[in-house]
């Protein structure tokens, strides 16, 4: 069982990191005057 909730944490990070990612990018694409 906590093995489980380890790798539901690790996934919810991985997720975040991507997302994080993914939202720099479209800032990037969007608006490269701030850049």
């Given at each position: 069982?906590?093995?489980?909730?380890?790798?539901?944490?690790?996934?919810?990070?991985?997720?975040?990191?991507?997302?994080?990612?993914f939202?720099?990018?479209v800032?990037?694409?969007?608006?490269?005057?701030?850049?």
């Open positions: 069982m906590g093995r489980q909730a380890q790798l539901s944490h690790d996934l919810d990070r991985h997720e975040h990191a991507i997302l994080k990612s939202t720099n990018l800032r990037k694409w969007s608006r490269p005057d701030l850049v």
